[in-house]
């Protein structure tokens, strides 16, 4: 706590400030703007296929004729930055549509970059919804007891990172939380050429129940176990500081918070301790929650949807990934 002088009452009096919205506007320190905003899609193959998340109100997977046109609006409503999910066809244990030249995400991206050039096309680089089982790295199982290999996933997720950036991804963003992955797709991008495509790193991604609603988005659910061998404990922020920080020394150019209203506190600590840009990820279940609550008239949608982005942006973050993108745009132009 600083130790700067504070006027006292009767002299200083705080609600001078506050009369008008004008005048509260002038002293705002924390200011919401479009430019922020990123839309999470979810791409899946066919043609005119819409397929509604029940959890998720006003989230669909969508295949690529579909998914332009909700970029477009997005874009025409000054969001200017997507992330990609895929669900592929078909799943295998070496999660190979997650690299394969031709994959749901690599097409995605190629059109979006054909019809839309400004727009920024980001992709989630995983391979959680392209294994049969569901988790983010290999599995190899001994004596019954499965584990997710470290060391040979890496490879696997820079082949992912390195396809996405080829098919003309403008940001990779690697959300595994495999050690050392960061290095692994940096690398692989010098390799092919990539040298000027940025690393958002999901760097603090905690093992959480607000990812309840996704799984059902993205086909995502692991078939055995959870992922608490490789997300973070809700517990821990410190081990969150040391995951940005190693993430940072990797190459990551900017760095991610998820999910973002529990962790408001993580979110002020990466961005104070680090000055990175920094990502927070309003997560399914954020958004659930308020469309529910919303759906009853228990709240006001909009006011609540506004005021919580505002929080994360108080708390430090530059970057807002929301589902809730395309309205909080319309909304911060009126
Ligand atoms: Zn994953």
Known sequence: MSLHPVGLFPAYRPRRLRQSPALRRMVSETRLSAAQLVLPLFARSGRRVRRPIAAMPGVFQLSPDELLREATLAHKAGVPAVLLFGIPDRKDTRASGAYAANGIVQQ??????????????????CLCEYMSHGHCGI???EHGRAQILNDATLKLL?????????????????????????????????RLGHTDTPILSYAAKFASAFYGPFREAAESTPKFGDRRSY????????????????????????????????????????????????????????????????????????????????????????????????????????
């Not at 820079?158 to 940096?186: F, K, L, N, Q, W």
């Open 139 to 141: 599995v190899h199982t």
């Open 158 to 190: 820079a082949r992912t990172a390195g396809s996405h950036a080829e098919a003309g991804a403008d940001i990779v963003a690697p959300s595994d939380m495999m050690d050392g992955r960061v290095r692994a797709i940096r690398e692989e991008l010098d």
């Open 231 to 334: 997300q973070m404990d809700a517990a821990n922020a410190s081990e969150a500081l040391r995951e940005v920080a190693m993430d940072i020394q990797e190459g990551a150019d900017m760095v991610m918070v998820k999910p973002a209203l529990a962790y408001l506190d993580i979110l002020h600590r990466v961005k104070t301790e680090f000055g990175y840009p920094t990502a927070a990820y309003a997560v399914s279940a954020e958004y659930s929650m308020v469309k529910a609550a919303a759906a009853n008239g228990w709240i006001d949608e909009r006011a609540v949807t506004l005021e919580s982005l505002l929080a994360m942006c108080r708390a430090g973050a530059d970057i807002l990934i929301t589902y809730a993108a395309v309205d909080v745009a319309k909304w911060l132009k009126e």
């Open 108 to 125: 995605a991206v190629r059109l979006l970059k054909k019809e839309l050039p400004d727009l920024l096309v980001i992709t989630d680089v």
